[in-house]
């Protein structure tokens, strides 16, 4: 497949045909960052045990802050980028590109050096038991730094695929998904070093990735050039908004994971939080084979918006749309049908308990599975279309503010239901939501507002 640097087809080409070219290699590299996390949960659950998978699952809502953190500027300066780009701005693109990349060094730096100085403080706040900290501090010490070329990494990846460069994008992806692997192998089941193992296996492979993505930063071809003198400061919190609702996303679902672990602590213990660790690896993996059409639709919809061409930034969201709901019935199926065989992925045979758990907290809530992509793309279009508040509102609603409100509800006055059903819930309550606020910021609506705000800035 060759590539090119500047892609006149995402203005001009067949809709289909564009939106898999861009899509399937999202696709493929969000199944190698799928695969990895899989692979340290494989090796985590079978080889340390279900105290280590637990342990791992209390961090998780403090890496989604930090991960909340960098695709805001992924996300939001790949769409203020995409526009400029559209509309034959490069400089002005590669000015975000670098401003985007500089800030998110500054927070991840920033972020590992203070959670390092307060570990303790950081345990507490994520409710941690005092018999798992050991486990938390073993991991957390090397995962801390390990993050920062994984942050790094993942703003680099969005505006190399803007770029015209999916496939190195991708081969970036699957690089460092072999490297994980292959380094999960060695450092936990050869070496023996356990938990510290898996977090400084995914720290080198990150390494790997980043190294490859830089490949093409350094060579120059395409339109983004990244000179860290450009970046302009005074834009961060610009480029920031406009990635707003992948934040709200993130940080939204760490503080669901929050206060899903809290209940499930009280009732059903550390088996319990082991067990819904198995559930979540289901719906993370869902979810990024979801972005993998909603990554393509960021670069695709930014670019004709620039253009101004609502009726293909139309088609492209019917097409991305389509291609959404014909993954969720697959993943509601497995979810439903083969939820056992899920679970034993995860959890060694001789911890029944745990399987059992994950099995029967799978099957309440794979109805999420039927519409969380539909919701995924609703809200990418939205931000793609500079719509920022309206995209957080549905984001807001649908990771937060009913799966955590529904959450204490049903632990309080139905504690014979599961309370993992709000998850669920709030998807199908929050479908009819996006759908709306969709209706009312059409293409045409979008477009009409740009050139508006252009003709303004123009006569000022």
Same mark, same amino acid.
């Given at each position: 497949m060759t590539e090119s640097v500047s892609d006149p087809r995402v203005l001009t080409g067949p809709a289909l045909r564009v939106l898999l070219n861009y899509a399937l290699p999202s696709l493929v590299g969000l199944i190698a960052i799928s695969t990895a996390s899989l692979v340290d949960g494989v090796f985590v659950g079978h080889f340390v045990g279900p105290d280590a998978l637990a342990a791992v699952g209390l961090l998780v809502p403090y890496f989604t802050l930090l991960f909340g953190a960098a695709l805001m500027l992924a996300a939001g300066g790949?769409? /203020?980028?995409g526009r400029l780009l559209g509309e034959g701005h490069a400089g002005a693109a590669s000015a975000v590109f670098s401003t985007s990349v500089l800030a998110v060094l500054v927070f991840a730096t920033s972020a590992a050096l203070l959670s390092s100085a307060f570990p303790d403080a950081l345990f507490a706040l994520l409710g941690a038991p005092a018999d798992l900290r050991p486990? @938390?501090? !073993?991991?957390? /010490?090397?995962?801390? &730094?390990?993050?920062?070329?994984?942050?790094?990494?993942?703003?680099?990846?969005?505006?190399?695929?803007?770029?015209?460069?999916p496939v190195l994008a991708t081969g970036a992806l699957v690089a460092g998904a072999l490297s994980n692997l292959m380094l999960d192998a060695l450092f936990v089941v050869v070496f023996g070093w356990g938990l510290p193992g898996a977090a400084l296996s995914t720290g080198l492979a990150q390494l790997i990735q980043l190294a490859?993505? *830089?490949h093409h930063v350094r060579s120059e071809n395409g339109q983004l050039r990244l000179r860290f003198r450009s970046a302009e400061w005074r834009n961060v919190g610009r480029i920031a908004f406009g990635g707003i609702a992948e934040f709200v996303n993130e940080v939204s679902t760490g503080i669901v994971m929050l206060v899903l672990n809290f209940l499930m602590l009280a009732r059903a213990g550390v088996d319990g939080v082991a067990a819904y660790s198995v559930v979540g690896y289901a719906i993370f993996v869902s979810l990024m084979l979801y972005y993998g059409v909603a990554d393509a639709l960021h670069v695709l919809l930014s670019q004709n918006l620039g253009a101004r061409n609502a009726p293909r930034i139309r088609r492209f969201v019917e097409l991305g749309l389509g291609c959404v709901a014909v993954l969720s019935a697959l993943f509601f199926g497995v979810a439903w049908g083969f939820a056992e065989y &899920?679970?034993?992925?995860?959890?060694?045979?001789?911890?029944?308990?745990?399987?059992?758990?994950? *099995?029967? %907290?799978? /099957?309440?809530?794979?109805p999420l599975f039927l519409v969380n992509g539909l919701n995924v793309v609703l809200t990418v279009y939205l931000a793609s279309m500079q719509r920022p508040a309206a995209a957080g509102l549905l984001a807001l609603g649908r990771t937060l503010v009913l799966p955590a409100g529904l959450m204490l509800l049903l632990d309080a006055r139905a504690p014979g239901l599961p309370f993992v059903l709000a998850l669920p819930l709030s998807e199908w309550a @929050?479908? *009819?939501?996006?759908? %709306?606020?969709?209706?009312?910021?059409?293409? *045409?609506?979008?477009?009409? /507002?740009? !050139?508006?705000?252009?003709?303004?800035?123009?006569l000022a």
């Amino acid at each position: 497949m060759t590539e090119s640097v500047s892609d006149p087809r995402v203005l001009t080409g067949p809709a289909l045909r564009v939106l898999l070219n861009y899509a399937l290699p999202s696709l493929v590299g969000l199944i190698a960052i799928s695969t990895a996390s899989l692979v340290d949960g494989v090796f985590v659950g079978h080889f340390v045990g279900p105290d280590a998978l637990a342990a791992v699952g209390l961090l998780v809502p403090y890496f989604t802050l930090l991960f909340g953190a960098a695709l805001m500027l992924a996300a939001g300066g790949t769409v /203020r980028a995409g526009r400029l780009l559209g509309e034959g701005h490069a400089g002005a693109a590669s000015a975000v590109f670098s401003t985007s990349v500089l800030a998110v060094l500054v927070f991840a730096t920033s972020a590992a050096l203070l959670s390092s100085a307060f570990p303790d403080a950081l345990f507490a706040l994520l409710g941690a038991p005092a018999d798992l900290r050991p486990e @938390m501090h !073993s991991y957390f /010490r090397v995962a801390t &730094w390990s993050l920062l070329p994984q942050l790094l990494g993942l703003v680099v990846y969005y505006f190399v695929r803007l770029d015209g460069r999916p496939v190195l994008a991708t081969g970036a992806l699957v690089a460092g998904a072999l490297s994980n692997l292959m380094l999960d192998a060695l450092f936990v089941v050869v070496f023996g070093w356990g938990l510290p193992g898996a977090a400084l296996s995914t720290g080198l492979a990150q390494l790997i990735q980043l190294a490859v993505l *830089a490949h093409h930063v350094r060579s120059e071809n395409g339109q983004l050039r990244l000179r860290f003198r450009s970046a302009e400061w005074r834009n961060v919190g610009r480029i920031a908004f406009g990635g707003i609702a992948e934040f709200v996303n993130e940080v939204s679902t760490g503080i669901v994971m929050l206060v899903l672990n809290f209940l499930m602590l009280a009732r059903a213990g550390v088996d319990g939080v082991a067990a819904y660790s198995v559930v979540g690896y289901a719906i993370f993996v869902s979810l990024m084979l979801y972005y993998g059409v909603a990554d393509a639709l960021h670069v695709l919809l930014s670019q004709n918006l620039g253009a101004r061409n609502a009726p293909r930034i139309r088609r492209f969201v019917e097409l991305g749309l389509g291609c959404v709901a014909v993954l969720s019935a697959l993943f509601f199926g497995v979810a439903w049908g083969f939820a056992e065989y &899920w679970a034993a992925v995860f959890v060694a045979s001789s911890s029944e308990e745990v399987l059992s758990r994950a *099995a029967t %907290l799978l /099957r309440s809530v794979s109805p999420l599975f039927l519409v969380n992509g539909l919701n995924v793309v609703l809200t990418v279009y939205l931000a793609s279309m500079q719509r920022p508040a309206a995209a957080g509102l549905l984001a807001l609603g649908r990771t937060l503010v009913l799966p955590a409100g529904l959450m204490l509800l049903l632990d309080a006055r139905a504690p014979g239901l599961p309370f993992v059903l709000a998850l669920p819930l709030s998807e199908w309550a @929050m479908l *009819a939501t996006g759908a %709306l606020l969709c209706s009312r910021h059409s293409p *045409a609506r979008c477009v009409e /507002r740009i !050139s508006s705000l252009e003709q303004r800035e123009a006569l000022a």
